[in-house]
């Protein structure tokens, strides 16, 4: 599994994750918000896709689809010898691995290297199940087997979450209808622990992307930033404990700032709220629970996906960038990523240069092994 494969990842579980993103009404929080749910969903195609189907157009002839990623699989098989079109098992001509990839619904695979067409779409049909082609053949999956939705209603429970203090900002932000349980949407306050546990039920990664406005009292500033931050893992974690799962089983994500290795931050600098955000980041490297610390500087609304994103530490890149300033969406890409990964051991500052190519879906995994020390790798 991945989590062998990659010494920084945690621990996981049978069950599929759930994630819950706090701050989900906020900019950034909205982001990760939608970026987990796209990632959930090409995720839940990966698993539907990947097995063994019968083509009719070629009884008896293998077909496979291996999903590598959420975006991206292979296409294998074998054709009969010659002129014939049932295979025999003895003299089938195998084929592939072909490259394909993956989106929120559909494969589309190369399939030129056996001189079909480049760009053959195929949609994932649950009451097959099975792929229907554009071209109008009908693979059947072997197992005969319904993954990742019911098989009664075509749907599970939302395996992405947001806990928003205001069900209107909820309804504009998110689009929910009924803004309650049934859409994932919770109402809850960070610095209220009672109101923590419905959200964190069942929960195994948490996205935190609260933080305060830029006139916030210092109370405030501890409450939520602080404070706010200690109940929200004391939630995951007692959550997890009353299921029995193991808090290696768990992952945070947490946005905090660059800044914080200046004792007496200018209010352009970030101020006060340093102070807590630093001490928020301690007590996660110290609560048990795997996480990833992501410290962006500036933060700026422009497109995702766009300029260079660069990793750091210590601050480093407030002098050595310029402007120090990173989009929100690519401060969310790589939270989603950190996420759905399940990085852990990560503490970085992130920070986007014009200067360089820039930084894509498929370069995020290298973008976080690059923020870890030396010594880690």
Same mark, same amino acid.
Not at 112 to 117: L, Q, V
Not at 174 to 201: F, M, N
């Given at each position: 599994?991945?989590?062998?494969?990659?010494?920084?990842?945690?621990?996981? %579980?049978?069950?599929?994750?759930?994630?819950?993103?706090?701050?989900?009404?906020?900019?950034?929080?909205?982001?990760?918000?939608?970026?987990?749910?796209?990632?959930?969903?090409? +995720?839940?195609?990966?698993?539907?896709?990947?097995?063994?189907?019968?083509?009719?157009?070629?009884?008896?002839?293998?077909?496979?689809?291996?999903?590598?990623? /959420?975006?991206?699989?292979?296409?294998?098989?074998?054709?009969?010898?010659?002129?014939?079109?049932?295979?025999?098992?003895?003299?089938?001509?195998?084929?592939?691995?072909?490259?394909?990839?993956? %989106?929120?619904?559909?494969?589309?695979?190369?399939?030129?290297?056996?001189?079909?067409? /480049?760009?053959?779409?195929?949609?994932?049909?649950?009451?097959?199940?099975?792929?229907?082609?554009?071209?109008?053949? #009908?693979?059947?999956?072997?197992?005969?087997?319904?993954?990742?939705?019911?098989?009664?209603?075509?749907?599970?429970?939302?395996?992405?979450?947001?806990?928003?203090?205001?069900?209107?900002?909820?309804?504009?932000?998110?689009?929910?209808?009924?803004?309650?349980?049934?859409?994932?949407?919770?109402?809850?306050?960070?610095?209220?622990?009672?109101?923590?546990?419905?959200?964190?039920?069942?929960?195994?990664?948490?996205?935190?992307?609260?933080?305060?406005?830029?006139?916030?009292?210092?109370?405030?500033?501890?409450? #939520?930033?602080?404070?706010?931050?200690?109940?929200?893992?004391?939630?995951?974690?007692?959550?997890?404990?009353?299921?029995?799962?193991?808090?290696?089983?768990?992952? #945070? /994500?947490?946005?905090?700032?660059? *800044?914080?290795?200046?004792?007496?931050?200018?209010?352009?600098?970030?101020?006060?709220?340093?102070?807590?955000?630093?001490? /928020?980041?301690?007590?996660?490297?110290?609560?048990?629970?795997?996480?990833?610390?992501?410290?962006?500087?500036?933060?700026?609304?422009?497109?995702?996906?766009?300029? +260079?994103?660069?990793?750091?530490?210590?601050?480093?890149?407030?002098?050595?960038?310029?402007?120090? #300033?990173?989009?929100?969406?690519?401060?969310?890409?790589?939270?989603?990523?950190?996420?759905?990964?399940?990085?852990?051991?990560?503490?970085? %500052?992130?920070?986007?240069?014009?200067? *360089?190519?820039?930084?894509?879906?498929?370069?995020?995994?290298?973008?976080?092994?690059?923020?870890?020390?030396?010594? +880690?790798?």
């Amino acid at each position: 599994g991945r989590a062998d494969a990659h010494p920084h990842r945690a621990d996981e %579980d049978a069950a599929p994750p759930v994630y819950l993103v706090t701050g989900a009404t906020g900019r950034t929080g909205s982001l990760v918000y939608f970026g987990l749910q796209a990632a959930v969903a090409a +995720q839940v195609v990966a698993d539907e896709l990947g097995g063994a189907y019968a083509d009719p157009n070629h009884p008896g002839c293998a077909r496979s689809v291996v999903a590598l990623s /959420a975006g991206a699989a292979v296409v294998s098989g074998a054709d009969a010898a010659a002129d014939g079109r049932s295979c025999d098992g003895a003299t089938d001509v195998k084929w592939g691995p072909l490259a394909a990839a993956l %989106d929120s619904d559909a494969i589309v695979v190369d399939f030129s290297p056996k001189g079909g067409p /480049a760009d053959l779409r195929g949609v994932f049909d649950p009451s097959v199940p099975g792929i229907q082609w554009a071209d109008g053949n #009908v693979w059947t999956k072997l197992d005969g087997r319904r993954h990742g939705r019911s098989a009664t209603d075509g749907r599970t429970a939302p395996a992405v979450r947001a806990l928003v203090t205001d069900l209107d900002a909820a309804r504009e932000v998110l689009g929910c209808t009924a803004c309650d349980a049934s859409e994932g949407i919770y109402l809850g306050d960070v610095t209220e622990p009672d109101t923590l546990d419905p959200a964190t039920d069942g929960v195994t990664a948490l996205a935190i992307a609260v933080g305060v406005g830029g006139n916030a009292t210092e109370d405030v500033m501890e409450a #939520v930033e602080f404070r706010g931050v200690q109940n929200q893992v004391a939630s995951l974690a007692a959550s997890a404990r009353k299921r029995g799962a193991a808090l290696t089983s768990l992952n #945070v /994500a947490l946005i905090s700032s660059m *800044g914080t290795t200046d004792p007496n931050p200018a209010p352009y600098e970030g101020g006060e709220v340093l102070f807590y955000k630093l001490n /928020a980041e301690a007590f996660l490297g110290a609560s048990g629970v795997p996480a990833a610390v992501i410290k962006p500087c500036g933060l700026g609304d422009g497109e995702g996906s766009e300029q +260079q994103l660069l990793t750091g530490h210590d601050d480093t890149m407030l002098t050595s960038v310029h402007p120090p #300033v990173v989009a929100r969406a690519d401060v969310a890409r790589v939270m989603v990523q950190a996420l759905v990964e399940r990085q852990s051991g990560l503490r970085f %500052d992130l920070c986007a240069s014009l200067r *360089g190519p820039p930084t894509t879906d498929g370069d995020l995994d290298a973008l976080l092994d690059g923020a870890r020390w030396g010594w +880690q790798a």
